[in-house]
């Protein structure tokens, strides 16, 4: 007698379980009748002599069991997500017309000040604040002393070396930091204004101009 598993007209997994419309079925409904229907085909096909034994047909159930959980912590992944990225726009919005630091070496001298930052990647027991003008040239070394790890606010009160007034305009910065002797790389942080907040494929961005479309991980400092 041959094996009636042979038959060609029984469905194959691909032919089963590959996507059809279910009408308002969910995802996983669709699957799971899908999956009994393969299952109860096998078993009507299968051969007399050679039946699907006890294990085989636990190994599968288990199987779907696992697709289908697996689906429903990704629904649940996406919903929490969603919910994330929800409340992260919220957040962000309350932003909008506040200064923040973010990378970058610029700063704006208005009416003998401006704002800047930096951030120190661990303890350092001296760093200096150079100040140059924007043809490069140095108006101000400051001594800012030690400092601890972490991201600090910094003001310029608009003092040049000899002790003048700077005019009011555009500089750049630089710090420099030790600890031992040893020099510590340190980011320099800009000032800017939060003036709208977008989303786009790219996800939500944070627009400061000056320092352009952030990500809400870019900022260091909310002042």
């Known amino acids: 007698m041959s094996a009636v598993t042979n038959d060609t007209t029984a469905p194959s997994w691909v032919d089963a379980m590959s996507p059809k419309t279910s009408g308002s079925k969910s995802d996983v409904e669709d699957i799971q009748d899908r999956f009994m229907t393969l299952l ?85 027991d001296s760093a200096t604040l150079t100040i140059k003008d924007e043809s490069g040239n140095v108006v101000q070394t400051l001594d800012l002393g030690a400092q601890k790890a972490g991201s600090i606010p910094l003001l310029w009160d608009g003092k040049m070396a000899d002790g003048s007034d700077a005019p009011d305009g555009n500089y750049t910065f630089e710090v ?34 000056g320092l352009g479309a952030l990500d809400y991980s870019d900022i260091h400092q909310i002042l």
């Open 40 to 124: 109860l085909t096998q078993m009507q096909n299968q051969d007399p002599l050679n039946p699907m034994d006890n294990s085989q047909m636990t190994s599968q159930l288990a199987q779907l069991s696992t697709v289908t959980g697996i689906d429903k912590v990704n629904t649940t992944l996406q919903s929490l997500i969603g919910t994330f990225q929800s409340g992260q726009s919220m957040q962000a919005a309350s932003l909008i017309g506040h200064g923040v630091l973010a990378s970058g070496d610029k700063m704006a001298l208005s009416e003998g000040q401006a704002l800047l930052g930096a951030n120190f990647p661990q303890d350092v």
């Open 176 to 209: 420099q930091a030790s600890l031992n002797g040893n020099n510590v790389s340190v980011e320099e942080l800009q000032f800017g204004m939060v003036t709208t907040v977008s989303m786009g494929s790219d996800g939500m961005k944070i627009n400061v101009p």
